[in-house]
């Protein structure tokens, strides 16, 4: 089970609140949880890591906000389930690759930066052929979550792994988007989870704060909104050959 981009302290307590419900009924061997905006919308506290991974998440992943909240860094150091982008900078703390122990075996999760109007050190087809092999060389499913802001660039990466990983899953633009598919190859994908936090919003962040800012061009303190919360995310299934076999989106009320 992979969940889109957790948003504020409101994205926070959602998650933690459905997430024992979510495991009831999707029963997942793997929880992956995009946390890079929890921290107020920008970048993920020590503590907020720890609440999660202490609530049975098995991997965070990050996004172009990780290393903002410079507090994190040693845990990025320290904490192998705590990823960051691996082409996000070249000397970068952290890692962007995984494999974790599950009840149905071992499970790697590769984490990359988009490189179309993002600030990545690298682009992602520089670094992932390196990072897939040794994440399928560490085990059969690998999951791939591909922080990016262009469409196009996610789904070119989807292609280029088809039949290397179980799963290329979108994160960055928190809306969830209608095209969940396996592909000819066996690896499923997603253009993007969706958003764990607020929805009365434009994309997270209060509505009022982004109108003022497009109409008058003025610069404005962002702001996490309240209302219409939601936990995104989605499932894949895959054999034990790491092919994946079906992945669904799903949208909870909070």
């Not at 994190?72 to 962007?96: D, H, K, Q, Y």
């Not at 800012?213 to 050959?241: C, H, K, M, N, T």
Request: aromatic share 2%.
């Amino acid at each position: 089970m992979l969940i889109g981009d957790v948003v504020g302290g409101v994205g926070m307590r959602a998650l933690l609140e459905h997430l024992p419900a979510l495991r009831e009924e999707h029963r997942p061997d793997v929880v992956v949880v995009n946390a890079e905006n929890a921290a107020a919308g920008t970048g993920t506290s020590p503590r907020q890591a720890r609440d999660l991974l202490d609530a049975g998440v098995d991997v965070l992943t990050g996004g172009n906000h990780t290393l903002r909240k410079t507090d994190l860094l040693p845990l990025l150091e320290t904490e192998p389930r705590v990823l960051r982008p691996a082409n996000i900078a070249v000397r970068a703390p952290g890692r962007g690759l995984v494999t974790v122990e599950t009840a149905a075996g071992p499970v790697s999760v590769v984490n990359v930066l988009g490189a179309v109007f993002m600030d990545a050190a690298h682009s992602p087809f520089a670094v992932i052929d390196d990072l897939v092999e040794r994440a399928a060389a560490a085990a059969p499913v690998v999951l791939v979550d591909v922080h990016a802001e262009a469409t196009s660039e996610k789904i070119a990466l989807a292609h280029h792994l088809d039949g290397r990983v179980t799963a290329v899953v979108g994160t960055h633009t928190h809306v969830q988007t209608a095209d969940a598919r396996v592909l000819a190859g066996g690896t499923a994908y997603v253009t993007d989870l969706g958003m764990t936090g607020p929805h009365d919003s434009v994309i997270g962040v209060r509505t009022d704060v982004i109108l003022r800012r497009f109409i008058s061009g003025l610069p404005g303190r962002f702001e996490v909104a309240e209302g219409g919360v939601l936990v995104q995310g989605a499932v894949v299934e895959a054999g034990a050959d790491g092919r994946a076999a079906a992945i669904a989106t799903f949208s909870v009320e909070a």
